[in-house]
């Protein structure tokens, strides 16, 4: 990212609501704050994440693919709070209702780099609702898009947005 860029810490409303919830059922939930059963550790920043090989595998081609041969994995391209919230993405299908925005760039970009598509789509929207209800920021969310390299349909959505 640019050294003159910043992405403000400024703490947006989450209005998406959450995912179909009849795809996600409380027991994931259950299971990813008791971590009974977990199989996997991941490493980021030296804090420890436990998690289910199965359910992750359901959500991202990366993941099954790197549970194919490993029992941990070191990643250090992402904060500790972004995945953590995307593991929590991932068992229950919501996201806190109050977020920063700088997170929603990072789940943005971690959603591609993880391959997990609704976890992008769902920030995608995210980022649209914030537009609707903030209009005077849509120039700032698209020098965002712009510097943290947003997938080109989410930058695409959002300038449309500006342009209407």
Known sequence: MSSEFQIEK??????????????????LSLMRSSLELSDFKFIVDGKEFLVHR????????FFREIFSSKTV????????????MLLDFIYTGKLPQEIFLSDVFD???A???????????????????FIR??????MHVFKACYYTKAPWEVTNAVF???NK
């Open 54 to 61: 199965v359910f992750l595998s359901a959500q991202s081609s």
């Open 10 to 27: 400024k703490k947006i409303i989450n209005s998406v609501g959450t995912t179909d919830s009849s795809v996600w059922t409380s027991n």
């Open 133 to 138: 209800r903030c209009p005077t920021m849509s």
């Open 73 to 84: 994995e070191i990643i250090s391209d992402i904060s500790i709070r972004s995945f953590s």
């Open 107 to 109: 789940l943005l970009s």
């Open 160 to 162: 449309k947005m500006i």
């Open 111 to 129: 959603s591609v780099r993880f391959g997990i598509d609704l976890l992008k789509s769902y920030t995608k929207k995210v980022l649209i609702g």
